[in-house]
């Protein structure tokens, strides 16, 4: 395929659901079929252009990627800069590489699923429900269908357009509008209420608040993101990642801000990635995200959202790699925020019962993993991680709705709407009533555990734990070490809790009615999973290390050729003038990494079994946790860690009282409107003296004189009187004055006197 062609399909990937968006608001919307078509027909095209320019990407780098990274790019001038800098223009455009190229294929294959199952999930062909802003529960369409899809469409397209971006503005555009989307689609379920949390067996958050925060806490971080976008244009000149991230611009960078100015870009452009991939401290937003319909669910926790987090760590890994060479405390920060961030999460999902809670702390311990790789300097293993998460994280979630959906069908059924069919204390026994949810949850739940061998999760954690291993085993880096052992905890602790879910939900006999009468969900919902779950299990195989057990040259490891081949070259070059210090090298082989891997994995399965599976919880029963744990502890842990608590403490509610009492009384009512209303007394007064000064004054003066010249005027009336004799005489007076006056003009009598 000629590359005009590439240029214009990798164009049109993005644009193609981004046009449907607007299709959809402007025709879509009377016709509530034609949406989900137009959304299908816009998000498969994407599809098919993703896998095109992602495979000739690919085909065409196959036998060159050692030499040079190949790539598809397309640039246009956009903004002109001024006379100042002698007519240049604010270049952007598109570019597909190694690291884009995987990107699309995950983004648009889980995308197309997610967009697949959304058809069924909202009840296609049932007749339309009356409750806008409500979920259906009683199995109608969803109203607000048309709306549904325009935004998921224009979240798809806005996560296209991040990948595909060839500079930093470009992709902040395509951050900032995945942003607006979460807080539309988060919030989808607007009128949905909740009884008083203390009357709840899980308290939750309405959909609209849930919005709110998830909007207002990715906004801090999107405002220090925004302020390094600024410094990376004063420091290196452009924002184009081809055009800073060489030799010479890094070389004029350090010249310019030195090493701890380029360590202090690079913080401020991870904040957006701890927003965005809901890192501590601002990873509260995520799970009350999942207010949302579970699409949406899906779409924030897999294919974008939190994925452009790491997916910008991961563009700007260069500017990254010498920040850790030069500046060291870098990497401590980031390596340590996700190794915290990962442990912290894992312990709390271990305490969870909603269905989808759980796996809201399972991504951000995972976001976690690959946060601290990237600290550690682990590039191949954070992106390999990140792709592998997609997959099995998506298929996670939507059998989640279809667990949700069938508690929900069997409440309808049961009429009981008594218990929260999001209740793993409610289910149990699903097994057998959803075989191909339970089947493709387990593929999924023991590719996040990391099931030795088979899954893909198995591959891409081991990966992570190789390169921490390295760090000590190798350079002695303390903190490499710390990372291990953080990371291995948290694996173990993901065993365990994806066993204690899947045992909760899947195993035993039915707690409850809702459970005994629950039902598997039409085609439109199952075919996705089957076809995530192919991918849970074999996009693992194509990052098995090189030299595993020992071997040489058995296995080809494509993520470390493929996707380190993008800056393989760049790190060399810098490796030689030592602004990074490591390069992609193959990592020696060690045992250390994959028996830690097996024992975490099988450990923690096996300690999840033996707690939950060997004797399934029964109804009323109290969970064994409790009991281990203690109550406090378990209650630690369920209320997570009790960070909304203290941020409503020290943040919220000291925010509202300054806003209420400083903000709004002192300075609005008090000063603001205090200043406005005596300018208003002030202005009142003066105009009050004035009305009187144009009274009395100006008004009583022209009266005056309007006075005069009516009495003068009366005075002359009486001349008028109407007889020639009198008009006669007075013009004989008037005659002979005049007279009187020429004659002493001419004898210059009138001259002497003057």
Same mark, same amino acid.
């Given at each position: 395929?000629?590359?005009?062609?590439?240029?214009?399909?990798?164009?049109?990937?993005?644009?193609? %659901? =981004? /046009? @449907?968006? +607007?299709?959809?608001?402007?025709?879509?919307?009377?016709?509530?079929? $034609?949406?989900? *078509?137009? #959304?299908?027909?816009?998000?498969?095209?994407?599809?098919?252009?993703?896998?095109?320019?992602?495979?000739?990407?690919?085909?065409?780098?196959?036998?060159?990627?050692?030499?040079?990274?190949?790539?598809?790019?397309?640039?246009?001038?956009?903004?002109?800069?001024?006379?100042?800098?002698?007519?240049?223009?604010?270049?952007?455009?598109?570019?597909?590489?190694?690291?884009?190229?995987?990107?699309?294929?995950?983004?648009?294959?889980?995308?197309?699923?997610?967009?697949?199952?959304?058809?069924?999930?909202?009840?296609?062909?049932?007749?339309?429900?009356?409750?806008?802003?409500?979920?259906?529960?009683?199995?109608?369409?969803? %109203? =607000? /269908? @048309?709306? +549904?899809?325009?935004?998921?469409?224009?979240?798809?397209?806005?996560? $296209?357009?991040? *990948?595909? #971006?060839?500079?930093?503005?470009?992709?902040?555009?395509?951050?900032?509008?995945?942003?607006?989307?979460?807080?539309?689609?988060?919030?989808?379920?607007?009128?949905?209420?909740?009884?008083?949390?203390?009357?709840?067996?899980?308290?939750?958050?309405?959909?609209?608040?849930?919005?709110?925060?998830?909007?207002?806490?990715?906004?801090?971080?999107?405002?220090?993101?925004?302020?390094?976008?600024?410094?990376?244009?004063?420091?290196?000149?452009?924002?184009?990642?081809?055009?800073?991230?060489?030799?010479?611009?890094?070389?004029?960078?350090?010249?310019?801000?030195?090493?701890?100015?380029?360590?202090?870009?690079?913080?401020?452009?991870?904040?957006?990635?701890?927003?965005?991939?809901?890192?501590?401290?601002?990873?509260?937003? $995520?799970?009350?995200?999942?207010?949302?319909?579970?699409?949406?669910?899906?779409?924030?926790?897999?294919?974008?959202?939190?994925?452009?987090?790491?997916?910008?760590?991961?563009?700007?890994?260069?500017?990254?790699?010498?920040?850790?060479?030069?500046?060291?405390?870098?990497?401590?920060?980031?390596?340590?925020?996700?190794?915290?961030?990962?442990?912290?999460?894992?312990?709390?999902?271990?305490?969870?019962?909603?269905?989808?809670?759980?796996?809201?702390?399972?991504?951000?311990?995972?976001?976690?993993?690959?946060?601290?790789?990237?600290?550690?300097?682990?590039?191949?293993?954070?992106?390999?991680?990140?792709?592998?998460?997609?997959?099995?994280?998506?298929?996670?979630?939507?059998?989640?709705?279809?667990?949700?959906?069938?508690?929900?069908?069997?409440?309808?059924?049961?009429?009981?709407?008594?218990?929260?069919?999001?209740?793993?204390?409610?289910?149990?026994?699903?097994?057998?009533?959803?075989?191909?949810?339970?089947?493709?949850?387990?593929?999924?739940?023991?590719?996040?555990?990391?099931?030795?061998?088979?899954?893909?999760?198995?591959?891409?954690?081991?990966?992570?734990?190789?390169?921490?291993?390295?760090?000590?085993?190798?350079?002695?880096?303390?903190?490499?070490?710390?990372?291990?052992?953080?990371?291995?905890?948290?694996?173990?602790?993901?065993?365990?809790?994806?066993?204690?879910?899947?045992?909760?939900?899947?195993?035993?006999?039915?707690?409850?009615?809702?459970?005994?009468?629950?039902?598997?969900?039409?085609?439109?919902?199952?075919?996705?999973?089957?076809?995530?779950?192919?991918?849970?299990?074999?996009?693992?195989?194509?990052?098995?290390?090189?030299?595993?057990?020992?071997?040489?040259?058995?296995?080809?490891?494509?993520?470390?050729?493929?996707?380190?081949?993008?800056?393989?070259?760049?790190?060399?070059?810098?490796?030689?003038?030592?602004?990074?210090?490591?390069?992609?090298?193959?990592?020696?082989?060690?045992?250390?990494?994959?028996?830690?891997?097996?024992?975490?994995?099988?450990?923690?399965?096996?300690?999840?079994?033996?707690?939950?599976?060997?004797?399934?919880?029964?109804?009323?029963?109290?969970?064994?946790?409790?009991?281990?744990?203690?109550?406090?502890?378990?209650?630690?842990?369920?209320?997570?860690?009790?960070?909304?608590?203290?941020?409503?403490?020290?943040?919220?509610?000291?925010?509202?009282?300054?806003?209420?009492?400083?903000?709004?009384?002192?300075?609005?009512?008090?000063?603001?409107?205090?200043?406005?209303?005596?300018?208003?007394?002030?202005?009142?007064?003066?105009?009050?003296?004035?009305?009187?000064?144009?009274?009395?004054?100006?008004?009583?003066?022209?009266?005056?004189?309007?006075?005069?010249?009516?009495?003068?005027?009366?005075?002359?009336?009486?001349?008028?009187?109407?007889?020639?004799?009198?008009?006669?005489?007075?013009?004989?007076?008037?005659?002979?004055?005049?007279?009187?006056?020429?004659?002493?003009?001419?004898?210059?009598?009138?001259?002497?006197?003057?």
């Amino acid at each position: 395929m000629n590359e005009q062609t590439l240029q214009l399909m990798t164009w049109l990937i993005p644009g193609m %659901p =981004l /046009l @449907a968006f +607007f299709v959809i608001a402007l025709v879509g919307y009377r016709n509530r079929t $034609l949406s989900w *078509v137009i #959304a299908w027909i816009a998000i498969i095209s994407s599809l098919v252009m993703s896998w095109t320019v992602a495979l000739n990407v690919l085909m065409r780098g196959l036998h060159a990627l050692e030499e040079h990274p190949v790539q598809v790019s397309s640039m246009i001038d956009w903004i002109p800069l001024g006379d100042f800098f002698k007519g240049q223009w604010f270049r952007i455009g598109v570019v597909v590489d190694p690291l884009d190229a995987i990107m699309l294929l995950m983004v648009s294959t889980a995308t197309t699923m997610i967009f697949i199952y959304s058809v069924g999930y909202h009840n296609w062909g049932h007749g339309l429900g009356t409750h806008k802003g409500e979920p259906q529960h009683d199995m109608t369409e969803e %109203p =607000l /269908l @048309a709306r +549904f899809f325009g935004y998921m469409c224009l979240f798809g397209g806005s996560m $296209l357009l991040l *990948v595909v #971006a060839d500079n930093l503005l470009l992709l902040f555009v395509g951050w900032e509008l995945m942003g607006f989307c979460s807080y539309s689609l988060v919030g989808f379920w607007y009128a949905r209420q909740y009884p008083d949390p203390a009357d709840m067996p899980i308290p939750r958050i309405p959909p609209r608040n849930a919005a709110v925060k998830a909007f207002m806490t990715t906004r801090i971080a999107d405002v220090v993101m925004l302020l390094g976008i600024v410094f990376m244009w004063a420091t290196f000149g452009t924002l184009n990642f081809s055009e800073a991230f060489t030799v010479e611009g890094f070389e004029h960078a350090i010249e310019m801000v030195g090493f701890a100015g380029l360590g202090a870009m690079t913080l401020m452009l991870f904040t957006g990635t701890v927003g965005k991939s809901a890192q501590w401290p601002l990873h509260v937003w $995520l799970p009350d995200a999942m207010e949302g319909p579970t699409p949406v669910s899906a779409i924030i926790h897999a294919a974008a959202m939190v994925s452009a987090g790491i997916f910008m760590l991961l563009r700007i890994f260069p500017l990254i790699a010498v920040s850790l060479e030069g500046a060291p405390w870098v990497g401590l920060i980031i390596a340590g925020i996700g190794a915290f961030t990962a442990i912290m999460a894992a312990t709390i999902a271990v305490a969870q019962y909603d269905v989808k809670a759980v796996l809201a702390y399972s991504t951000i311990s995972q976001l976690g993993f690959m946060v601290a790789a990237i600290g550690l300097g682990a590039y191949v293993a954070a992106a390999f991680h990140l792709i592998t998460h997609a997959f099995f994280k998506a298929l996670l979630i939507l059998a989640s709705g279809l667990v949700i959906h069938g508690m929900e069908h069997g409440a309808i059924h049961a009429h009981d709407h008594h218990h929260d069919p999001q209740d793993m204390r409610f289910m149990g026994g699903l097994r057998h009533k959803m075989p191909i949810t339970f089947w493709t949850f387990l593929i999924g739940g023991m590719a996040l555990s990391g099931f030795p061998f088979i899954t893909a999760g198995f591959w891409s954690k081991d990966e992570i734990f190789a390169d921490a291993w390295y760090q000590w085993s190798h350079d002695q880096k303390i903190l490499g070490l710390v990372v291990f052992i953080t990371l291995a905890v948290a694996a173990l602790l993901t065993a365990f809790y994806t066993m204690r879910q899947i045992s909760l939900t899947f195993l035993g006999k039915p707690r409850t009615e809702l459970a005994e009468h629950a039902s598997e969900s039409s085609r439109f919902m199952t075919i996705p999973l089957m076809i995530l779950a192919f991918f849970a299990v074999v996009v693992g195989w194509f990052g098995i290390p090189e030299n595993f057990l020992g071997t040489d040259g058995i296995f080809t490891n494509f993520f470390h050729h493929y996707v380190g081949a993008q800056y393989f070259h760049l790190m060399e070059e810098l490796h030689g003038l030592h602004l990074v210090g490591h390069t992609f090298e193959t990592l020696p082989w060690s045992w250390v990494p994959l028996i830690t891997s097996l024992v975490v994995a099988l450990g923690g399965l096996a300690l999840g079994w033996w707690v939950y599976a060997r004797r399934p919880l029964r109804a009323g029963e109290t969970d064994p946790m409790v009991k281990t744990l203690g109550t406090s502890t378990f209650g630690f842990l369920n209320n997570k860690w009790g960070w909304d608590g203290f941020y409503t403490r020290y943040f919220i509610n000291p925010t509202t009282w300054f806003s209420e009492r400083v903000a709004y009384e002192f300075i609005d009512k008090g000063i603001i409107d205090g200043i406005l209303h005596f300018v208003a007394r002030t202005t009142y007064a003066v105009a009050a003296y004035f009305k009187l000064f144009e009274e009395k004054v100006i008004s009583g003066g022209v009266d005056w004189i309007k006075d005069q010249f009516l009495s003068i005027a009366k005075e002359f009336r009486y001349l008028q009187t109407g007889k020639v004799q009198e008009y006669a005489l007075i013009s004989v007076f008037i005659a002979t004055a005049l007279a009187v006056v020429i004659l002493l003009i001419n004898s210059g009598w009138l001259a002497n006197i003057f």
